[in-house]
């Protein structure tokens, strides 16, 4: 069982700057890769970045290429979302999530097996 906590949200202006971390628990967190998921009111959610679970792989959904990043830290069990150059459309509720990974370099924007509970991300001047 892993838990995942999210935080660092809020409000911030546009062309703002955000990072989010998800800290979890569990003695395993370096063999699940992860992910960062949001959901914007009104619309389905979908995937934001994802990274390997040795952190030598990253996927990024074309939206947020060159604006954000993800990195993990396994001492420290937490993967961070580095969010800049923020948009209004960038406002959405942003999950965490972890999927057992087969490979190191194994990146996943689906099927995953844990979810945090969500940090609400508002860009809004």
């Known amino acids: 069982q892993v838990q995942l906590v999210e935080s660092g949200g809020g409000l911030v202006q546009p062309a703002g700057s955000l990072r989010l971390s998800c800290a979890a628990s569990?003695?395993?967190?370096?063999?699940?890769?992860m992910g960062w998921f949001r959901q914007a009111p009104g619309k389905e959610r979908e995937p934001v970045a994802a990274?390997?679970?040795?952190?030598?792989?990253?996927y990024f959904t074309h939206s947020v290429k060159g604006r954000f990043t993800i990195s993990r830290d396994n001492a420290k069990n937490t993967v961070y979302l580095q969010m800049n150059s923020l948009k209004p459309e960038d406002t959405a509720v942003y999950y965490c999530?972890?999927?057992?990974?087969?490979?190191?370099?194994?990146?996943?924007?689906?099927?995953?097996?844990?979810w945090g509970k969500g940090t609400l991300v508002t860009v809004s001047s």
């Open positions: 999530a972890a999927r057992w990974a087969v490979t190191d370099s194994s990146v996943y924007t689906g099927g995953m097996d844990y």
């Open positions: 990274i390997s679970r040795s952190g030598s792989n990253t």
């Open positions: 569990g003695r395993t967190f370096s063999s699940y890769a």
